[in-house]
């Protein structure tokens, strides 16, 4: 069980990717899309 925190933490970041991924998707550079990816990953 996650606690309500870190479950609203985990809900931002799915947020945040699926943000990225319609960046993406609108013609942001494979550069940019690696880049962040990296940040994600860490």
């Known amino acids: 069980m996650m606690n309500k925190k870190s479950f609203i933490a985990a809900v931002m970041r ?9 960046l993406a998707q609108a013609g942001y550079s494979e550069s940019a899309v ?4 990296t940040i994600e990953t860490r």
């Open 14 to 22: 799915g947020f945040e990717v699926s943000g990225m991924s319609a």
């Open 34 to 37: 690696n880049a962040i990816e």
